[in-house]
């Protein structure tokens, strides 16, 4: 509502150009504010408080990412030089020097909050999967004074570390991979329970029937093929091998685990 009712304003403005509006139009519809929002971090830190997530995330959302976008190219209009880094560089043309170093500073204390909260989530996932017995039992090893999986912090400290060797694109582009296959996972999930357990008690049910269940399948899995033959040579070149490393795991964890059945 805040970047509405801006807008707004700027439209009674006669000294806002319409290359401005056109500008600011262009650029929401382009990629570069998709990648924007997908790095914005803040739901990652709301999973670990869902009951007022909505409360904070949309207007920190709006504060940090969406105004400062929408003011500087207002202010620019050159939506077309935009790149990883050019908040501060938007500030430096519009306030100088000073307020390019306090942007740069900002941004650097966020993306120290962003690993931050990264670290404290996803390192949760390999310990519980290692204490369900689907990864090393090391990596549920807690820190005898701080309670913490600190094995599994460390490992996936230094995948971090190797990931920032590429640019922000390139691991967007793979992540795309990576989360489309979590979406069709989840929407085969729904179909197979249907066909499984028609009659399972369930807080949600979809409705329309056979066609209703057709659409919610086949929409986000036709999405995700349009989604991933329109990826960067860089996404076609990584995205499948990343995706080929859950199945390979899950054969030889199948394998390991056979293995040690026969030799109980």
């Known amino acids: 509502m805040a970047v509405l009712s801006y807008a707004g304003e700027l439209s009674a403005d006669a000294s ?4 401005t509006f056109a500008a ?18 803040f ?3 709301a999973l670990l408080v869902a009951a007022i997530a909505l409360a904070l995330v949309v207007p920190l959302s709006i504060a940090s ?11 620019l209009g050159n939506w077309q030089e935009w790149h990883t880094r050019y908040f501060s560089d938007a500030a430096l043309l519009i306030g100088g020097r000073w307020l390019g170093f306090w942007m740069t500073m900002a941004a650097m204390v966020a993306n120290i909050s962003l ?25 549920s090893s807690k820190h005898p004074h701080f309670g913490t999986p600190w094995i599994a912090i460390v490992i996936s400290s230094v995948v971090y570390a190797l990931l920032a060797f590429q640019t922000l694109v390139q691991l967007i582009t793979v992540y795309m991979w990576l989360r489309i296959a979590t979406t069709v996972l989840t929407v085969l ?21 056979r066609s209703g269940l057709f659409y919610v399948v086949a929409a986000p899995l036709a999405m995700s093929c349009v989604a991933m033959l329109g990826s960067d040579s860089f996404g076609l070149r990584w995205g499948p091998p990343a995706l080929l490393l859950g199945p390979v795991a899950y054969v030889v964890l199948r394998w390991t685990r056979g293995a040690g059945t026969m030799k109980a």
């Open 43 to 45: 739901g990652t830190a």
């Open 16 to 19: 806002v150009s319409d290359a």
């Open 189 to 209: 999930a729904g179909w197979r329970m249907r066909k499984t357990h028609p009659e399972l008690p369930r807080p949600f049910r979809i409705p329309w029937g």
């Open 24 to 41: 600011v139009a262009e650029f929401l519809n382009s990629e570069e504010i998709v990648e924007l929002t997908l790095v914005i971090g």
């Open 115 to 139: 690993f931050n909260a990264t670290v404290l989530t996803t390192t949760r996932m390999p310990s519980a999967m290692s204490e369900d017995g689907y990864l090393p039992p090391a990596l």
């Open 65 to 75: 990412y969406f105004l400062p976008t929408l003011l500087s190219l207002a202010a």
